[in-house]
């Protein structure tokens, strides 16, 4: 396995609306996304997740349905689902993200730059 | 509502994470695992409900009722604490409204801060506060310094109205008066220059006097009422809450400046009753509106003497408390309010210490919940509410208590006053504010510490059980010699005042004050005119002197010690003044003043029956006016002009005149029917009741006002009321102080003792004898006395010397006083250490031992 990185402070809302753009999904399986895309590398504290997605609902960013996955009638899970402010937001961050990467890959590697 | 959902909330995220839980145990095939991966569940929880938003109010709430119910759970420290804390908040509550009341508070008149005082000063030497109603007009008619000028005298008015009655205290003004206070009318019209001018015979009353004694009658103006028997007319009510140009005391009338003869007869009526404006008399209070953008500096600068060739200078101060403010109580009060603030910080002290020693029992629990994952700032905050919990309580305690000390107090200090300079202090806004204010900074003196410290336990340790450590033992020493060196400062400054107290008591008065009553009466307010009240006070001596059980009467202007005084010009033939001369006082008096007081009478007559006015004219002087005037010779025989020719026919013993801290002055006493005065007070010298005096008294006329009556002696104690106070609250207040450091000795020691059983065991087990170990606890304690003495002396003897113009025949730095006060604090501790100490020697070594 790996040696897991830290997520960076303030990308685990980012990365949580982006997983929830494919589709409505709960807590379990956002976690195991984020780590499975990632190839274990990126580790999502549980303790973290949970207080995230409740702030995400609370700014509204996120809607959230109680329901049981398809078959399996006998349990029901909380699904979040994107909103459209939450789209918006996505968009927000996702490019405030770029021009940061963008900035400190200048700095790192300037001769790449050319 | 938010309740419902809070719970439908909580469930859901209850069932959230248990979903969680158990896909991830399905994944891992293991519930271990599972549970590891998710992490601390209760703490996950706590975190997401942070999110929720509401969870402030929602987690205040939850502290509060967990506050309440750990300090139900021990009701003997929340007594303690809310009870220790209420005594401190009350008395500070207290001390801070009379502040408000005496140095604070604001006459009730519009831009209250441009109204000024005048006085005169000669050589830098204060000469005159009062002016003649010349020189206050020509200040009044600078327009370019001052917004008005108002000149008034206060006076006692005999009010008639509907058939009753009453006493009451009054005013004669300027015609600048209202104008220069911005003061309106409620309704009818105030007095104006014209009425002044006039002579008109109008009065203005309160709003409160209309409202009570003429219940809010709007008929009341044009109103036809006696005063002193003499017909007026009410022209209007001033506006509400005014009480004339003084903060302290009630004067409910306003009357015109030239109608002062029907109020204040004999010397001041007499001649052609123009005195009233003539330059030569000075007798008017001063206050001053300055102008917008003018300053005092200013004003003083431009302000010239009458009289050109005159060499006085004028000082122009702050009058935004009105024109006499009373300053007998300011000084003391701040006094007091500096020793109440110490108790409140030494209260304090005691009460992080009872926290600390609270936090020590309770580690384990804080170690407990922080292993749990509760953050220290939610254990912080926790204590925190505890914390306010008790000082709210104690702040509500206070202001019950302070409300009950305000009124003692209050009673206690107008027993000797008249409505027209009494007291008034209470809990207003200001008051209220500053006791919630005074309530949160206790909660955050006596809290922050222990919270901080409890906070940080060491987990591990707590966890298991380990009691080696002390926890905050090392804070708590340091409070306590914290408090011992505050309590010294307060118990020191009580002894000095207590000492000032007795050596006043005891001072050589140069009379005898026992069994003489005082009475006032004044034929004049009754309409009679100044020959008529010569002849009923004759008639009234005459009859008292046939009166079995009156060994003496007589009649004087100046009742010793009353704080009153009479000067006027005089001149000793062969006597060059010298500025080392001290003032000269007069009193004028009938024949039998020195037999009433047992004055004694050195050499020569006291005065007589052939001292009236058309005989020649004399003066009886005491020894101090031998020694400066006359050099030491016999003074009998010889002349003075005071003001007119006098032949000097008695010497009599120096005695205090008008105040019992003065040194004693050179007097001149002179024969009352040879001098234009009024306003006498009747001194008897007698084993009756004032009952029986005063039937002697109607039995010559049944209409006479008599008021003020008392006895001679309690004139006095009443002079030394701030004294008193002083004395008996300082008192108080030390003993409180050192009462709180005994319990905080008493915890420290008691603590060391079961914090150290064991050690004591193995001592006793390896032969230590019971003395030992008692000594080894004395030690402890005497370090910690020893400690806040020697810390405390130096701030005490820093401290009192803000006192030095309070005290009497005390030093500031009194050996004797300061020894005391050490001995006490010896004694206190020994005392707060003995309970403790004979625990630890009677502990058995096995149990020791075994003792965890």
Known sequence: MPDRIELLQGTLDMLILRTLLLGPAHGHEIAKHIQRTTADLLQVEHGSLYPALHRLERKAWLAAKWKAPGKELKREFKYYQLTAAGRKQLLAEESKWKQMTGAIARVMWPAEEG | ?852
């Open chain 2, 1 to 852: 509502m938010r309740l419902w959902r809070r719970k439908v909330r909580e469930e859901e995220l209850e069932r959230e994470l248990r979903s969680h839980l158990e896909l991830e145990s399905e994944e891992q095939q293991d519930d271990h695992t599972a549970a590891r991966a998710l992490g601390n569940l209760a703490l996950i929880k706590e975190q997401v409900r942070d999110q929720w938003g509401f969870s402030w109010l929602d987690a205040l709430g939850r502290d509060l009722r967990y506050a309440l119910r750990s300090l139900r759970g021990s009701p003997v420290f929340a007594l303690v604490a809310v009870a220790s804390l209420g005594l401190g908040i009350g008395a500070n509550t207290a001390m801070f409204s009379f502040v408000n009341a005496l140095l604070l508070k604001r006459l009730p008149v519009p831009e209250s801060s441009r109204l000024v005082t005048v006085a005169e000063y000669e050589d830098g030497k204060l000469t005159n506060t009062v002016f003649s109603l010349p020189f206050l007009s020509q200040l009044g008619q600078n327009s370019r310094l001052f917004d008005g000028v108002l000149g008034r005298y206060p006076v006692r008015v005999n009010l008639t109205a509907n058939g009753v009655a009453e006493p009451l205290n009054g005013e004669v003004v300027t015609g600048d008066y209202f104008k220069t206070l911005r003061v309106g009318p409620a309704i009818g019209r105030l007095l104006t220059q014209q009425d002044i001018d006039d002579g008109a015979p109008v009065c203005v009353i309160s709003y409160a006097m209309w409202q009570g004694r003429f219940r809010g009658d709007p008929g009341v103006v044009g109103m036809k009422v006696l005063l002193n028997a003499r017909p007026y007319t009410v022209a209007g009510v001033t506006q509400k809450g005014f009480f004339g140009p003084q903060l302290q005391g009630r004067i409910d009338m306003q009357l015109p400046l030239s109608r002062m003869g029907d109020f204040m007869g004999g010397f001041f009526s007499s001649g052609d009753g123009t005195m009233w404006k003539s330059k030569g008399f000075r007798w008017l209070e001063p206050l001053a509106r300055l102008k917008p953008g003018v300053t005092s500096v200013q004003a003083q600068t431009m302000i010239k003497p009458i009289k050109p060739a005159s060499k006085a200078t004028y000082r122009v101060a702050d009058g935004s408390q009105g024109a006499n403010a009373d300053s007998t109580y300011a000084k003391p009060v701040t006094v007091l309010m500096g020793i109440v603030a110490l108790v409140l910080l030494i209260a304090c002290a005691n009460l992080a210490s009872l926290l600390l020693a609270r936090a020590t029992a309770r580690a384990r629990e804080f170690a407990v919940r922080l292993s749990l994952g509760a953050s220290r700032w939610r254990l912080v905050r926790q204590l925190m509410v505890e914390s306010l919990v008790i000082a709210c309580c104690g702040g509500l305690t206070g202001l019950g208590l302070a409300l009950w000390i305000i009124d003692t107090l209050l009673a206690f200090l107008n027993a000797g006053r008249s409505t027209g300079d009494s007291l008034h202090a209470g809990l207003d806004p200001t008051v209220i504010g500053f006791a919630v204010l005074l309530s949160m900074l206790t909660a955050l003196l006596f809290g922050l510490a222990p919270a901080w410290q409890s906070a940080r336990p060491d987990v591990v340790m707590e966890l298991k059980g380990s009691t080696a450590k002390a926890g905050g033992f090392g804070m708590r020493r340091f409070l306590i010699v914290f408090q011992i060196a505050l309590s010294l400062m307060i118990l020191f400054a009580a002894g000095l005042l207590t000492r000032t107290l007795s050596a006043l008591k005891t001072i050589d008065l140069g009379f005898d004050p026992a069994r003489v009553i005082t009475l006032k009466i004044d034929p004049t307010m009754n309409g009679h005119t100044p020959e008529q009240a010569d002849q009923i006070f004759d008639r009234i001596l005459g009859r008292l002197r046939a009166q079995p059980g009156v060994a003496a009467a007589s009649l004087a202007v100046i009742t010793p010690l009353e704080g009153g005084m009479i000067s006027l010009s005089f001149e000793v033939p062969g006597h060059v003044r010298k500025s080392s001369d001290v003032q000269t006082n007069f009193n004028m008096v009938s024949p039998g003043y020195f037999k009433t007081l047992k004055q004694p009478l050195l050499s020569g007559r006291d005065f007589g029956e052939r001292d009236v006015k058309k005989g020649p004219g004399v003066a009886i002087v005491n020894q101090l006016f031998v020694d400066q005037y006359l050099a030491g010779q016999n003074p009998i025989g010889r002349h003075i002009k005071a003001p007119g020719d006098v032949e000097i026919v008695g010497l009599v013993g120096n005695a205090r005149y008008q105040d019992l801290r003065e040194k004693l002055w050179p007097l001149i006493y002179l024969p009352a029917k040879q001098t234009e005065s009024s306003g006498y007070t009747l001194m008897v010298r007698t084993g009756l009741e004032p009952r029986a005096i005063m039937r002697v008294i109607r039995a010559v006329d049944a209409k006479l006002p008599i008021y003020d009556v008392r006895e001679l002696q309690d004139q006095i104690d009443e002079g030394l009321s701030s004294e008193r106070i002083l004395s008996f609250l300082s008192t108080l207040f030390s003993a409180l102080a050192t009462l709180l450091c005994s319990m905080g000795i008493y915890g420290l020691i008691a603590y060391s003792v079961s914090r150290r059983t064991r050690e004591i065991g193995v001592r006793f087990a390896i032969g230590a004898r019971k003395m030992d170990v008692a000594k080894l606890f004395l030690r402890e304690s005497m370090m910690l006395v020893l400690a806040g003495i020697l810390v405390g002396i130096p701030l005490a003897l820093v401290c009192t010397r803000v006192l030095k113009s309070l005290l009497y025949g005390v030093a500031p730095s009194d050996p004797f006083t300061l020894a005391w006060t050490i001995a006490i604090f010896v004694a206190a501790g020994l005392a707060a250490s003995l309970l403790p100490v004979l625990k630890a020697a009677r502990i058995e070594p096995l149990e020791a031992l075994r003792y965890e």
